[in-house]
């Protein structure tokens, strides 16, 4: 067996058939979907890397392997792991509601509007499988609130929200309860 580092996150193995025995490893069977094949390139790996002195704790990894005349070569690739950020677009604070279900959300409108308790500056989403209402202010009047709390909960989470807002289904960008609600009357 050979192992030689190509740069600073990248580690060449030349297995001869001896070391390929060796390991459990049948190039024409080898995959991650067999239990021994994976055992075989797991343990080459840490060998590998521990040789070369390549850390893997809390790193992602690459592994190919080609076959060349009656040796293979396993090239294994370290990379950092990519974390995912969410950032809040605006400053602005948002109050937001998830109503659950379309008969809850549509039942929590036609409620609001029933009671002429419309605001301005609210939009509805559909995220996943659940409705949210979203309040562009950081205050919503207390009567709408009680109504809201009836029909679902309140998301606290700044980033939860700017979430919804990024990724969830746009239903009505402007007065949703006006627009929806006198629809439902």
């Known amino acids: 067996m050979t192992v030689d580092r190509l740069g600073e996150n990248r580690v060449l193995l ?46 992602s990894v690459d592994i190919e392997a080609l076959p060349f005349e009656n040796e293979c070569y396993i090239l294994i690739t370290v990379n950092e792991k990519v974390r995912r950020s969410y950032r809040i677009k605006e400053k602005s604070e948002y109050v937001c509601y998830a109503l659950g279900s379309s008969g809850n959300f549509l039942d929590a409108l036609e409620m609001i509007y029933r009671l002429n308790l419309c605001c301005n500056k609210n939009s509805a989403y559909l995220y996943g499988d659940c409705y949210y209402l979203v309040f562009e202010y950081p205050s919503i009047p207390r009567k709408i609130k009680r109504l809201l709390s009836e029909f679902g909960k309140r998301n606290f989470g700044k980033v939860e929200t ?16 006006a627009q929806i609600g006198r629809h439902l009357v």
Do not use: W
């Open 162 to 177: 700017a979430r919804i807002i990024e990724n969830g289904k746009l239903i009505c960008r402007h007065n949703a309860i």
């Open 14 to 59: 030349i297995l001869c058939p001896q070391d390929m025995e060796e390991y459990s490893i049948d190039f024409e069977q080898l995959s991650l979907d067999d239990k021994s094949s994976r055992i075989g390139l797991v343990r080459l790996m840490r060998f590998a890397c521990n040789e070369t002195g390549i850390e893997l704790v809390g790193k």
